[in-house]
Structure formats: structure tokens, C-alpha cells
């Protein structure tokens, strides 16, 4: 070995510590470590003391050249004494300016929170983890004092057992963390956890966490201080938002356009000025789930355990802030780099920044946020082929949209010319100027525009980098990234981008994301068209500022014929013709067949399947129902999406997506390769992927024949099945299998309820209580019960006390309303929830209240009512609708909602209880429209059914081991137990 490195010019760094220990308890020197002559110097070598549960000790060695391993303190949520936080924390109620207002309630939050919620150290070690407890740390001392022990008297038996025994009980310790980790953690996991997430997860289980040190390299110079690298990422980030742009044009407007100041009057009388409601406040609450502070420091977690009274504090808070100005601290964000996929690490332009603002300032972005967009829905201010940022909308709009016309083009014979357009740092580049003026244009004034123009005044960021942050620069343009109305506010300003098209071009937006498309038969007329329409986007782009990028701006000719490219011009460039395109996350061909999107999306899939198999083989996170809940989430939602759009591809490339559910499977129930794959999706309760989409294209249809105004609920109105082939369904557009989808559940587009979009953002505030709903109901006896209703009937002496209630026996539903001077009973649709029917209750009452003089107190036993009609906002129900609009025309305090616990022999409750069963009797039945969650359960109850058809036409042999289709839970067996079990259900074992 001397003679070889000597030979090679090598050294050897070890210092001559063991670095193995035997089963026997012996020690040896085989771990070497070998460097060159030129770094061995810069580096120390010695073997860790632990042996982290192996019999090699760990090399430990460390480099001269230092780098930070701090980390921003972190709140530790999880160990917060939030009693004691509710007790010391006092909010002012008188303010002084926005700024001290600001200060003084940020300086008592964190002052309450820095006495009852511990934080972390600050910097990175082995307990960062995340799912290292303190059993673990005690565990881990009695391992490492065994060791001790054991090497101060070597070969000692006692003492070698002993420390084997403590290891054996900190391996347990630590596994059963991992597994309470990693349960913790499923129950967090949606459609939209991305596997970048998970798998980060899995690393910091696997291994400690690490913190990334970047390192960038300007004009072949390194730079490696943090504090010099935050600062020129903070630079870089500035540079791209520094208001400038090579468009002498648009300069010389906006120069024009910028001495006549835009300025809002004030105006208290309008809806949208008016203070703000404890409704709005605690919607807004609710919906947030981020844990990360901004610069203050406080999370939305510590508004969210705030008292009433203090919860009342903070809205006086935010309505003086209204009514006043914009606070100072609201202006900056802290910014964190994120390296771009595939990107140079060492280039600022590499990195991606993502915002960090104030929750306090968010929570009030996003009351504001609904009101604006409640007022431009009732404006109807946008563009209807806009779907960003919209209720209601969604990415697949605009493909949908595109596919009809490409398919109808196909099925006729003709063409379709489609640009698909890139804007060229478009959040960034937004004219603030421009964009308060469209918003006075609309006719805003007031509290809201005004906040409006001081949230985008005086923006700066400091880029954070481990724990050293930069300076502070300044963002002169953009909409601020990472805030709530940044993207409502995009969206004003582009919302007229194709207001001024030729008719003959179609056009879809997506935010930045639009495209352009016009079909027909003759190529010549078809590029003039669509030359004319590029050209009134660049004049849009000299008078508002959004550049289109031309090099990044394709073209496609989506035709069956052989023919040479037009040449199409933005900007003075040609534009590329593609043979595909990505345009919202679908691959499009030339000819629609899907072939490349579906390849595409079994690369990603496989990808994420390799991520189940490290689950699998990990004793932490390979049981079934955790594997099958990673499936649904990572894989499934990716072959979810637009999957009713590529359902008309080639089954031969279909199948590839049934061999990704089918692996999948396969590593849900430990099966093997020999399983039917017939019984794999019965086994694992997972629909076929072609019911999936037939379940998934209904969904879409109801949703977006609920919006009135809908480009393609429109295009689905007008649909004629006798233009199309009725035996050929994979080659109809999507407004030909959306048709078919509503026939086929046997559903006309007149059964499904029309909701207005404004009422999507924004209710008034309804008087809708629930008193004793803070008592559980088995807390109480009937008579205890008896007493808490005699005190609040009481406090209602001066109203008329009604009862409603709602029925669901079989297959009938019905609704009541009593009053000791009338009832009221109806019968519902069969398919009706007993949700719905509670809500139909209230509706008929407040509907018969109307007409009638007095107050009226109505007592409703169904406490989801309540919840949704408290926050009635956003709407899935339209009877919540319809309920909203009700009251709202009735004198302000005239009706008044309570909650009442039922069966505990309340006698109008019982009354109405008893009217409710007898409407199921009733002949008549009134059809009302469906409600959306009711729609949505028949509609799954219609395809598993047919899943159970299919299912049931399999031979006897095959479908013995499940005759009816359904989820089997074997949670408490071990994940050795469940495969065995599985198996053998299936017959497929390896003896077999």
C-alpha cells in the first residue's frame, strides 16, 4: 500500500484511530482515506465516536475553508403554549399613523410569542431533521455512554452486551420516530404536494438536513461571502424590476401617460369601502396554511389563535389601515433564491426568487383581493376567455377551448393556425402607472384603489442567504412577487391584451399564458388573419409595456395536409414553426394524437414511481395506505389532468398509462409481476384509468356549465350531434363528449344550477349564529340541554321562534319549516343530500318570512349550514346563493339564524322533525337543480357502478376474492402481513 501511493504521488489522511469494531469487539484500521498532495493539507481526518447503528465508525473530514451552517431561527409551533400567548398578548386600540399602528401591534404579537413559543437554535445539526424527538436524544446518550464504557475496559462481555442492548432500544426509538414523522406527514399530503416535496421529505428522514451554500462566479471572479453573494442576488433582482424598457414607443407614451397623476376621491358610500366584516377577517384566517413569516416574523399560526376579543382588536386594526394609509413595514419582503431546474449554479440569473411578506399584510390582501374581484366580476370586467386567477376556472379552459377547434378542424378537413405567445418577464415588468389608471377607468375610488396604489409604491426586497441577509433594494415595477393581489392585478392590466383581434381569430389567456388560433381552409387567408391580430398586440404592447419575446413565441399548424409554413411576424421577427408545443402543460402534435404528451407523462411518472420504491423499502413508509395515498397524490393527479382532453389518443398509447397504475399497484400491495392485471385495481380500490376519465369529464362538464357567461359552455350549448359521426366518440370534440357524458347519466345542462361569478368572492355579512355549538352534545343531558335553549330562546324574546329541519330515509329526501301558526313540507329529488335539505329548509322559511311583518329567529338543527353560511363565500351551493340574496333584501336584523342541538327533546325541533319524515310520504316531488356536491355523488356512484358492471362480467375465478368492489383495510398488520394476505387472496404467490 506505501509502495502504491508513494507510486501514484498519493497521501494517505488517516491518523491511525480504528475505524471498524467486530461483533466480537474488536477493533481494526480498514477505512482509508486518500488525497492528493496539493489539498491534503486543507483537510483534518479523525473517526467520529458514534457509530450511527453500524459497525464502521464515520470519517469525519473537515475542510479549512469554512463555510456559515446558520439557519433563521424558526418558531417551534408545534411546542406553543398558546394559553399563555393568549394571555400576555395585549393589542392596542388606539393608533397613532399606519406605521406605529403597524409596529406596535407586530411588537406585541411577538413579544407574547417569544414568551410561550420556543424557537429553534439556528443552526444545522443531526436534530434538524425535523422527526428527531427528545426520546431520541436519550436514547442516543445511553447508546454512546455504553460505548464509552466499553472502550475504557475492552473485552469486558457485560459491558459489550449492554451497549448492543442500548443500540438495539435507540434503532427502536428511532424507527417508531420515523414512523410517527412520516404518518404526520401523509395527512398533509394533496393533489398539489409536489414529489420534489416528498422526496425532501424522505432525505431529511434518511439523513440529516443540510443547508445549501451558494457560491457565484461574476467576470471569472468567485464570490463565496454570503453577505456578497446576498447582495448580488438582491442586485439582480432589483436590475430586472428597474422600470426601463427598450421599447422607445411605450417610453415615450408612458412619459406622456406620467404627468397627469392618477387620483382617487374618496368614497365611503360604496359596498367596497365599507369597513371590514368579522366574516371576512375569519375567512381569511381559515385559508391560510403557510408557516413561513415574513420580515415581522410572525406566522399566520399566531393570528389564527388569537381570542374573539383579540380577533376583534386585530379588525379594528385593519379597518383604521383601510380607512388611512399603507404602512412602511408592509413595502419590503425578504427574498429567497431558489436555484431554477437544470440551471448554473453559480449564475445570479439561475436563481429563482421567492417572496416572503408580512402575514399581517397578506391576511388584509386577501379580504381586499375578494372584494376586488367581486367587484370586477360584477363589472363584468374580464376578458371571458380569461381563466386566471378566476372562480370557477381553471388551465383546462383554454385547452379545452383550443381542442374543439383543432378537432373540428380535423373532422372537417380544414386547418388551424395557432400562435402561442411568451411575454418576456411579465410579473416583473408591469407599468404601475398603466395599471392605476385602468383601475380608475373602471370607476374605482377610494379606500380600496387607494390601497391599491400605496401597496405597489416604495417596494424593496432583501435577499436572505442561510442566515445573512442583503441589503435593502428597490423595485421601481412588477407586481410584488408573493403577494395575494399581485396576480388579480396582472390580470387587469393584460385583461384587454386581445380586446382588438379581427373576428376571425379565437384566443385563449391563461395570466401570461395566451394563445392565438384561426381555422378555415385557406392557408393565405388564415396567416392574413392571424398577421393582423399579431399585429394589434404589438400595438397593445407599445401602449401598456408587456413585451412579447419572439424567439420564445411559436407557431403550429395543426392540419392532416402537407404544406410549407407561412411566415408570421411579431416585432420585426419571424416566428418558429413547431411540429409540438407545450402550452399549459399538455405536449400538442400537429395532428392531435397525443402521442408525445403521453410519452411525456410516463417519463414523469416513472420518475415518481422510483420515489415509491425507496417508500417501499423503507420500514417507516411502506405500508399500503401510505404508498396507495403518495400514488393518488404524486402520480395519479399527473394522469388526472387533461386526461378527458387525450382520452380520444390512440389506445395503444393509452395503454401506457395503465401500466404506470398497474407498477404502481404492484408496489401498493407488495404483488407480484404474474397478478392479473384485471384484479390489480379491484384489489387496490383504484378506478380504471378509462371510467377515471369518463368520471373526470363529467365533473368538468357540470362545472362549467355553472357559469353563466362560460366560452364554453356556450360552444357546448350550441353543440349539434348530428354534425358528428356518432360511431367514431374518440374523434369528437370536447363539446361532443361532454354532450354524451350528460346523456349518459341521463343529466340535461337545464338540471345544472347557473351561480353568478361575483357572489364567488364576496356575501354580506349574515346574522348567523351558533351559541351552543361550543358544548359537545353528550356533555350535556336532555334537561341540562333544555335549560341552555330556555336562556337563548330568551335572548330572543322580541323574535318569532321558527324550526326547520331536513329528512333523508332510502331513496327520498324532504324538508320542513314549523311554526305554531303554519308549516311548511317538501319533498326533495331522491339524489338530494340531507345537507341540501336542511338548506332548502332555511331557504323555504326565509322565503315565507318575507312576506310576512316582525323579526323572526329561525332554529336550524344542521350545523354545516351554519359553518357555510357564515363564511358563504366561496360558493359551491347555489342554494347558499339563493339563501344570500333572501336575506339580503329582507330590513337589515329582520332574520336571524341559530343553531340547536336535535333529539334532545327541544319541542319545535321535534315538530319540525316530525314534519321533515312526513314529507318523504308526499306525492309530489319538487325538482329542484342538484347542488354541486350532490351532482358530484351521483355522478361517482353512476361510474363505480359501472366499474361493478364490468367488474362483474370477469370470470368467477378472477373475481371471487372481491365480489363487491371496495376498499379493504389491513392498517394494523405489519407491511410483511398485508403482502402475504394480499397474495393469497389473489392466488399469486411465488409458489404459484
Known amino acids: 500500500m506505501c509502495k502504491w501511493l508513494t507510486d501514484n504521488n498519493l497521501v494517505l489522511l488517516n491518523t491511525g484511530e480504528p475505524t471498524h469494531i467486530s461483533p466480537a469487539g474488536t477493533y481494526s484500521h480498514i477505512d482509508l482515506t486518500i488525497a492528493t498532495p496539493d489539498i491534503a493539507p486543507l483537510f483534518t481526518w479523525h473517526p467520529h465516536h458514534d457509530l450511527y447503528n453500524s459497525d464502521h465508525f464515520p470519517i469525519i473530514i473537515k475542510s479549512s475553508i469554512q463555510f456559515p451552517m446558520k439557519t433563521t431561527p424558526r418558531w417551534k409551533l408545534s411546542d406553543a403554549n398558546w394559553e399563555g400567548f393568549r394571555e400576555n398578548l395585549k393589542l392596542p386600540n388606539t393608533f397613532l399613523s399606519p406605521t406605529q399602528a403597524c409596529g406596535t401591534v407586530v411588537d406585541s404579537i411577538v413579544k407574547a410569542a417569544t414568551m410561550h413559543i420556543p424557537q429553534t437554535k439556528g443552526y444545522t445539526s443531526f436534530r434538524s431533521s425535523g422527526w428527531w424527538t427528545p426520546k431520541c436524544s436519550a436514547a442516543k446518550r445511553t447508546k454512546n455512554r455504553a460505548l464509552t464504557q466499553y472502550k475504557h475496559h475492552l473485552g469486558n462481555i457485560s459491558l459489550w452486551i449492554a451497549y448492543k442492548k442500548a443500540r438495539a432500544i435507540f434503532r427502536r426509538t428511532v424507527l417508531e420516530a420515523q414512523r410517527t414523522s412520516w404518518t404526520n406527514y401523509l395527512s398533509t399530503i394533496t393533489t398539489r404536494t409536489s414529489s420534489a416535496e416528498i422526496w425532501r421529505k424522505v432525505r431529511s428522514i434518511k439523513r440529516p438536513t443540510a443547508t445549501n451554500t451558494i457560491i457565484l462566479k461574476e467576470n471569472n471572479k468567485v464570490i463565496a461571502d454570503p453577505v456578497a453573494v446576498a447582495n448580488s442576488l438582491a442586485i439582480h433582482f432589483s436590475r430586472k424590476s428597474n422600470g426601463s424598457s427598450t421599447d422607445l414607443i411605450f417610453s415615450t407614451h408612458r412619459n406622456e401617460r406620467e404627468l397627469t397623476p392618477v387620483i382617487f376621491p374618496p368614497d365611503n358610500g360604496v359596498w367596497y369601502n365599507r369597513p371590514f366584516e368579522k366574516s371576512e377577517l375569519d375567512r381569511a384566517l381559515s385559508t391560510s396554511k403557510s408557516k413561513c413569516p415574513g420580515p415581522d416574523n410572525i406566522p399566520f399560526a399566531f393570528l389564527q389563535q388569537l381570542s374573539s376579543e383579540q380577533t376583534a382588536s386585530m379588525l ?25 431546474t437544470g440551471k448554473t449554479a453559480t449564475v445570479t440569473s439561475s436563481y429563482r426568487p421567492i417572496a416572503l411578506t408580512n402575514c399581517v399584510c397578506k391576511t388584509m390582501e386577501k379580504m381586499i383581493n375578494w372584494r376586488l374581484q367581486a367587484f370586477l366580476e360584477q363589472s363584468a370586467f374580464f376578458d371571458p376567455c380569461q381563466s386566471g386567477f378566476r372562480a370557477g376556472h381553471s388551465t383546462l379552459d383554454g385547452l379545452a377551448r383550443l381542442e374543439h377547434s383543432i378537432k373540428d378542424s380535423l373532422l372537417l378537413n380544414n386547418m388551424c393556425l395557432a400562435v402561442f405567445l411568451d411575454i418576456s418577464q411579465a410579473f416583473d415588468t408591469v407599468w404601475h402607472h398603466g395599471l392605476l389608471y385602468k383601475l380608475h377607468a373602471l370607476g374605482l375610488n377610494g379606500n380600496l384603489p387607494l390601497f391599491i396604489q400605496q401597496f405597489l409604491q416604495l417596494r424593496r426586497i432583501n435577499v436572505r442567504v442561510s442566515s445573512t441577509t442583503s441589503s435593502s433594494y428597490p423595485l421601481h415595477s412588477g407586481v410584488p412577487q408573493g403577494s395575494v393581489l399581485s396576480p388579480t392585478l396582472f390580470t387587469v392590466l393584460i385583461n384587454d391584451l386581445f380586446a382588438q383581434l379581427p373576428s376571425a381569430v379565437s384566443h385563449s389567456l391563461y395570466a401570461d399564458d395566451g394563445v392565438l388560433w384561426v381555422t378555415g381552409h385557406s392557408l393565405t387567408e388564415m396567416n392574413n388573419s392571424m398577421q393582423l391580430a399579431l399585429s394589434t398586440i404589438e400595438d397593445w404592447s407599445h401602449s401598456w409595456g408587456l413585451q412579447m419575446a419572439p424567439a420564445k413565441t411559436k407557431a403550429m399548424l395543426f392540419t392532416r395536409k402537407h404544406l410549407l409554413y407561412p411566415t408570421l411576424r411579431l416585432n420585426g421577427e419571424n416566428i418558429n414553426f413547431v411540429a409540438t408545443t407545450t402550452f399549459l402543460g399538455m405536449v400538442l402534435d400537429r395532428r392531435l394524437t397525443w402521442g408525445q404528451h403521453i410519452a411525456s407523462l410516463q417519463a414523469r411518472c416513472s420518475s415518481d414511481l422510483r420515489l415509491m420504491f425507496v417508500l417501499a423499502a423503507n420500514k417507516w413508509g411502506a405500508d399500503s395506505e401510505s404508498l396507495s395515498r403518495i400514488y393518488i397524490a404524486l402520480i ?21 398509462l395503465d401500466r404506470i397504475q398497474y407498477a404502481a399497484i404492484r408496489l401498493i400491495l407488495g404483488l407480484l409481476k404474474c397478478t392479473p392485471t384485471c384484479t390489480l385495481e379491484a384489489a387496490a380500490n383504484l378506478m380504471p384509468l378509462k371510467i377515471r376519465r369518463e368520471l373526470l369529464l363529467a365533473r368538468y362538464t357540470h362545472r362549467i356549465q355553472s357559469i353563466e357567461h362560460h366560452p364554453l359552455r356556450l360552444l357546448a350549448l350550441a353543440y349539434s350531434p348530428t354534425l358528428f359521426p356518432a360511431n367514431s366518440p374518440h374523434l369528437l370534440p370536447i363539446t361532443g363528449r361532454m354532450y354524451n357524458a350528460l346523456n349518459s347519466i341521463q343529466i340535461s345542462s337545464k338540471d345544472i344550477p347557473v351561480i353568478p361569478m361575483s357572489k364567488k368572492y364576496y356575501a354580506p355579512n349574515l346574522q348567523v349564529k351558533s351559541t351552543l355549538s361550543a358544548t359537545r352534545k353528550d356533555n350535556l343531558s336532555a334537561q341540562q340541554w333544555h335549560q341552555a335553549f330556555h336562556d337563548l330562546k330568551s335572548s330572543y324574546e322580541d323574535r318569532v321562534p321558527v324550526y326547520t329541519d331536513g329528512s333523508v330515509q332510502g331513496n327520498r329526501c324532504g324538508c320542513a319549516v314549523w311554526n305554531s301558526n303554519f308549516a311548511i313540507k317538501v319533498r326533495l329529488p331522491p339524489e338530494a343530500s340531507i345537507l341540501t335539505a336542511e338548506m332548502y329548509g332555511i331557504y323555504c322559511a326565509i322565503k315565507f318570512l318575507a312576506c310576512l311583518e316582525g323579526k323572526y329567529i329561525i332554529f336550524t338543527d344542521s350545523l354545516s349550514s351554519i359553518t357555510i353560511l357564515r363564511h358563504p363565500v366561496p360558493i359551491t351551493n ?10 339580503a333584501d329582507q330590513p337589515n336584523g329582520k332574520i336571524v339564524l341559530e343553531w340547536i342541538p336535535s333529539h334532545v327533546g327541544i319541542a319545535g325541533n321535534e315538530a319540525a322533525d316530525t314534519l321533515a319524515q312526513e314529507a318523504l310520504q308526499l306525492g309530489n316531488v319538487t325538482n329542484i337543480q342538484l347542488p354541486t356536491n350532490d351532482f358530484q355523488r351521483k355522478v361517482k356512484k353512476f361510474y363505480q357502478d359501472k366499474w361493478q358492471t364490468n367488474w362483474n362480467t370477469l370470470p368467477m375465478h378472477q373475481t371471487s376474492f372481491k365480489p363487491l368492489l371496495g376498499k379493504t383495510s389491513y392498517s394494523s398488520l405489519s407491511r410483511q402481513e398485508q403482502v402475504t394476505i394480499t397474495r393469497l387472496r389473489l392466488q399469486t404467490c411465488k409458489v404459484t
Open 316 to 340: 379594528a386594526f385593519f379597518n383604521y389601515i383601510y380607512s388611512t394609509g399603507f404602512p412602511h413595514q408592509w413595502r419590503e419582503a425578504i427574498v429567497i433564491p431558489i436555484l431554477k
Open 636 to 656: 395519479r393527479s399527473k394522469l388526472d389532468y387533461a386526461s378527458f382532453l387525450y382520452s380520444t389518443a390512440a389506445p395503444s398509447h393509452l395503454i401506457k
Open 878 to 887: 347555489y342554494l347558499t346563493s339563493w339563501i344570500v340574496d333572501a336575506i
